[in-house]
């Protein structure tokens, strides 16, 4: 006898999981922008204390020029990581979503409210978004404001 159980599973019982899978990446699909603006505000933060330490200390200006330059690389950095996380999501759910569909063609049951275009609309606006916060913020980079 083998380890597993030999009965497959029913349409009603892979329609619940796939279902359920689904309606979890849907929700996800916003974890790369909780990721962004927690990391962003932290950022934002670090750059706005930090520069104000520097001018305290008359720092010279290849110090500012270097946290300048490291700031910006690290919001580029996790705009790009944020941007992953949400691709992959949707791509994600877009794969589960087709499965959802091929096995419910017989079946009466509605399918999900987004289709496969509609998905990346969201997507796509998130991401161009965030890349606009991370262009705002490197134009204007606490570390470029001297005395």
Same mark, same amino acid.
């Given at each position: 006898?083998?380890?597993?159980?030999?009965?497959?599973?029913?349409?009603?019982?892979?329609?619940?999981?796939?279902?359920?899978?689904?309606?979890?990446?849907?929700?996800?699909?916003?974890?790369?922008?909780?990721?962004?603006?927690?990391?962003?505000? /932290? *950022?934002?933060?670090?750059?706005? @204390?930090?520069?104000?330490?520097?001018?305290?200390?008359? %720092?010279?200006?290849? =110090?500012? &020029?270097?946290?300048?330059?490291?700031?910006?690389?690290?919001?580029?950095?996790?705009?790009?990581?944020?941007? /992953? *996380?949400?691709?992959?999501?949707? @791509?994600?759910?877009?794969?589960?979503?087709?499965?959802? %569909?091929?096995?419910? =063609?017989? &079946?009466?049951?509605?399918?999900?409210?987004?289709?496969?275009?509609?998905?990346?609309?969201?997507?796509?606006? /998130? *991401?161009?978004?965030?890349?606009?916060?991370?262009?705002?913020?490197?134009?204007?980079?606490?570390?470029?404001?001297?005395?």
């Amino acid at each position: 006898m083998s380890q597993y159980n030999d009965k497959p599973v029913s349409v009603d019982s892979q329609y619940e999981q796939i279902s359920k899978r689904v309606a979890d990446l849907y929700a996800a699909a916003f974890n790369g922008l909780k990721y962004f603006v927690q990391l962003y505000t /932290l *950022i934002i933060g670090g750059s706005v @204390w930090l520069n104000g330490k520097l001018i305290e200390t008359h %720092a010279l200006q290849s =110090t500012h &020029a270097l946290y300048e330059r490291l700031s910006d690389g690290l919001v580029f950095v996790v705009w790009a990581v944020s941007s /992953l *996380i949400t691709v992959e999501t949707t @791509w994600t759910w877009t794969i589960w979503r087709k499965w959802l %569909a091929d096995i419910t =063609t017989d &079946a009466r049951i509605p399918m999900p409210m987004r289709s496969y275009v509609q998905s990346w609309y969201f997507e796509f606006f /998130l *991401i161009l978004g965030m890349g606009a916060a991370a262009l705002l913020f490197a134009r204007f980079n606490p570390f470029t404001i001297s005395n």
